[in-house]
């Protein structure tokens, strides 16, 4: 008996299913032949941002500084659609970081819209670059720059779009948060985005790139390449950073400009801060006495601020010390959209020394 109603159920869910989908195909067709219908005596939708595109074609010229180009266009699409410059930088910057290749391409743009968003939902073609029919199935794409096609290939469609589309949804950071989730099911990379656009907005600029070693060279200190190593306390993982020994107290500066994505304890790394930049490097600093007083999540860092104070905390409960000697655990990870990657930091680190060591630090 139950199972005869189990197995109805199952059947009146499927038909329920079919039919759902056979409605949006209908719902589909019936827009396509609406759509044909009305093309032989001339239409012609609206053309909403026509009247922008010599706008957009006068982004001013800069000099041949990338991030200076890409600051100006950012800048310019913002005043067109309603929207704040930091906003389109932020998502924009976010796809870039997790892009190896041609980082530096001053025309690329990063961010892609889901093709469903950009054609229309129940629209049968994608990729969809005919602004007639992306209307028709209210899609979002748009043909900023007047030739005719609204191409995510073409940098200043799919910005001006982005553009558009947030400034739908308000300008207050709260609407922010409403209009990336709409674009991202991943909380994560949510955070990370909210993050780059603090960032971005605070410093006024998408130079953020300076870099500075991660102790005060006034104390003594010492470290070797040990990343790989097996570790010395505890797990069997490989050894995922750099020890840099140094007595307690030592100041430990920030690497990077970033923001504090995490600040507290963990069995492991005890007092540990992990600061993330603008190409989505994460900066780990493990093992800390104690954190520069009042740092706390959320928090914007620059390259060279003291963030805490060496010590050899970690491997038991909050508050353990002393398990081993006292030294900053420094570890670098790289975010690809899916997982973050651990690398070697110690090539970067005997880089920054050498500069300090330039500039008489
Ligand atoms: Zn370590």
């Known amino acids: 008996m139950v199972m005869l109603r189990e197995r109805r159920r199952r059947a009146a869910r499927t038909f329920f299913l079919w039919n759902r989908h056979a409605a949006i195909q209908l ?54 659609t309603g929207t704040r410059w930091s906003y389109l930088a932020a998502i924009d910057q976010f796809h870039r970081s997790l892009i190896v290749k041609n980082p530096d391409d001053p025309d690329a743009v990063s961010f892609r819209f889901p093709d469903v968003l950009w054609g229309g939902p129940g629209n ?69 985005i909210l993050g780059f656009e603090r960032l971005i907005a605070h410093y006024g600029r998408l130079d953020l790139d300076e870099k500075h070693f991660v102790l005060d060279r006034r104390y003594p200190y010492s470290y070797t390449n040990t990343f790989g190593a097996t570790r010395g306390w ?16 030592t100041p430990v500066k920030s690497a990077s400009y970033g923001y504090v994505e995490v600040i507290g304890w963990n069995n492991y790394g005890g007092w540990r801060i992990g600061i993330r ?55 670098m990870y790289r975010y690809t959209g899916k997982y973050e990657w651990a690398f070697d930091p110690t090539p970067y680190l005997r880089r920054w020394e050498k500069n300090a060591r330039a500039r008489g630090e």
């Not at 909403?48 to 699409?77: C, G, W």
């Open 27 to 80: 719902v589909a067709l019936l827009r396509v032949a609406v759509f044909l219908a009305f093309m032989p005596i001339g239409f012609v939708p609206v053309m909403p941002f026509a009247s922008m595109t010599q706008y957009v074609q006068a982004v001013p010229k800069t000099n041949d500084d990338p991030l200076d180009h890409r600051l100006a266009r950012y800048q310019s699409v913002a005043g067109i």
């Open 124 to 192: 049968p073609r994608a990729p969809e670059e005919d602004v007639r029919l992306i209307n028709l199935f209210g899609g979002l794409g748009i043909d900023a720059d007047g030739d005719q096609k609204a191409s995510q290939d073409n940098p200043l469609d799919v910005l001006t779009a982005l553009g558009r589309f947030l400034h739908r949804f308000g300008d207050d950071p709260e609407n922010f948060r409403e209009a990336l989730a709409k674009l991202y099911d991943d909380e994560k990379k949510r955070r990370i």
């Open 277 to 331: 930049d603008l190409n989505n490097v994460y900066y780990y600093y493990a093992h800390l006495a104690h954190f520069k007083k009042g740092l706390k999540e959320g928090d914007l860092v620059e390259p060279g601020e003291v963030i805490g104070f060496v010590g050899s905390s970690g491997y038991g409960p909050p508050g353990t010390q002393g398990k081993f000697p006292p030294h900053l655990h420094f570890g």
């Open 234 to 249: 505890g797990g069997r993982r490989i050894h995922e950073g750099a020890d840099l020994f140094a007595s307690y107290g």
